[in-house]
């Protein structure tokens, strides 16, 4: 199938050097927006076309847009890297392009192919680059997305879609200067079920979260641990991170991939990394309570989350109704230092990328 030609319609008054600079000394996360926006369309009966690349500006929508009454949306999240030599890569967009299938497969909408998706993402960056942070741990973190744009009021997939772009210059997720996060474990919550939507990345599972999340925040913690919905019992993951586990044998260990947890591409990182620095490394199902004996006895040492925005991120405590519990020293762990400078090293281009995940730009 061939792939629709981009336009390129230039911003007519973009950001000048100036004041870009100035948003760029502390752009925290997600506030700070680029000039342009990928925008491409879909319908069953022309199938994708219109790509273009112009400037950030809102979509005009019908107020029986599909995407407004029957959740219809799926989104991904990468970021492009301001190499040491002064050079921009992106880190497996691959995988993100696979994901996004994926996604759009379980929500019954249209299938961008990988070959666009990646083009799309390529263009923007190259576009873009001069918003890329120089600050420690800066990047360009992109924001593709597709709704239903189908204007109907009736249960059914959406017969036309538009897919998305955007891209914002980003420093650390988790502000504070705190060593380590802290986590409440949910107990009336759950994020996923079986035979649900917990393995695609689709608004939905967010939303639900978010209740959960605010519950958290009230708690005094910076995230929420999510436990299974059957039992109550088995740890998941958290609001919008996986999370690992490493024990005082060096062992590390994570839930496993049973459909009802999202399939992090930092989380499949992670696990290579640590194999290649001779970790054993383990996917099984882990219980709170199990966790909570571990902490205590000295047995589980570190824990960490982990996504595309939040890398590699330290957990110290880990609270509840039932009481709370320190892991370790309640800080970060050598363990969790090393998986995240040799993670950060591969995708800033300064540790050897075995397995030849960082694309080069330029």
Not at 5 to 27: I, Q
Not at 51 to 58: C, D, F, Q, T, W
Not at 260 to 277: F, K, M, W
Not at 310 to 319: Q, S
Request: net charge negative; aromatic share 10%; with cysteine.
């Amino acid at each position: 199938m061939a792939l629709p030609a981009f336009t390129f319609d230039p911003h007519p008054s973009p950001v000048d050097a100036d004041e870009r600079a100035r948003l760029l000394v502390d752009p925290g996360f997600g506030r700070v927006f680029t000039d342009h926006m990928v925008t491409i369309r879909y319908s069953s009966a022309a199938g994708w076309h219109d790509a273009r690349i112009g400037p950030r500006e809102p979509l005009t929508i019908d107020t029986a847009t599909a995407v407004l009454h029957y959740a219809q949306e799926i989104f991904e999240g990468l970021k492009a890297y301001r190499l040491a030599d002064g050079g921009t890569a992106l880190f497996r967009p691959e995988r993100n392009a696979a994901r996004f299938r994926d996604s759009a497969r379980r929500m019954a909408m249209a299938e961008l192919p990988e070959a666009l998706f990646l083009e799309s993402i390529r263009r923007l960056v190259q576009t873009e680059r001069e918003w890329i942070p120089t600050l420690d741990g800066g990047a360009l973190y992109l924001r593709p997305f597709m709704i239903a744009s189908e204007v109907f009021l009736g249960v059914k997939p959406s017969a036309e879609y538009i897919f998305a772009v955007i891209a914002s210059s980003v420093g650390a997720y988790f502000k504070g200067g705190a060593p380590a996060v802290s986590l409440w474990i949910s107990e009336n919550y759950t994020r996923a079920a079986p035979g649900g939507t917990g393995a695609a990345k689709c608004g939905g599972n967010y939303a639900s979260s978010l209740v959960a999340q605010a519950e958290a925040i009230r708690q005094g913690c910076d995230q929420v641990l999510f436990l299974d919905a059957a039992e109550r019992r088995w740890i998941e993951e958290l609001g919008g991170m996986n999370i690992f586990f490493v024990f005082d044998d060096g062992m590390l260990a994570t839930p496993p991939l049973t459909g009802t947890i999202l399939p992090g591409i930092t989380r499949d990182s992670i696990l290579r990394i640590a194999r290649d620095l001779g970790f054993e490394v383990r996917e099984e199902p882990y219980a709170i309570d199990q966790c909570r004996a571990d902490a205590e006895s000295g047995r589980l040492r570190e824990a960490f989350a982990c996504g595309t925005a939040a890398v590699v991120t330290p957990i110290g405590r880990m609270l509840s109704r039932q009481g709370d519990f320190t892991i370790g020293g309640g800080g970060p762990g050598q363990t969790t230092q090393r998986l995240r400078q040799t993670l950060v090293g591969i995708q800033t281009g300064v540790a050897e990328d075995r397995h030849g995940w960082l694309e080069r730009l330029d």
